[in-house]
């Protein structure tokens, strides 16, 4: 689990402050950086909504 955890994080984290200030300058809004952590966290919101499924009423103990 190391490896996706520092994928994820070299790439959504450590980009994140290039990319928003890349954001800024290229459209002049100082708001306009937060478009990236918005869409990412949608994007990681969808993905665990698809993949992962309820546990509740299921043995975990086979």
């Excluded at 520092?6 to 306009?32: E, K, Q, R």
């Amino acid at each position: 689990m190391s490896f996706p955890y520092h994928i994820g994080n070299g790439w959504f984290g450590g980009m994140l402050p290039l990319l928003a200030t890349a954001l800024v300058a290229w459209s002049g809004d100082i708001y306009y950086g937060l478009w990236y952590p918005i869409i990412v966290s949608i994007i990681t919101a969808v993905i665990g909504v698809l993949f992962l499924h309820e546990n509740k009423d299921v043995d975990l103990n086979v």
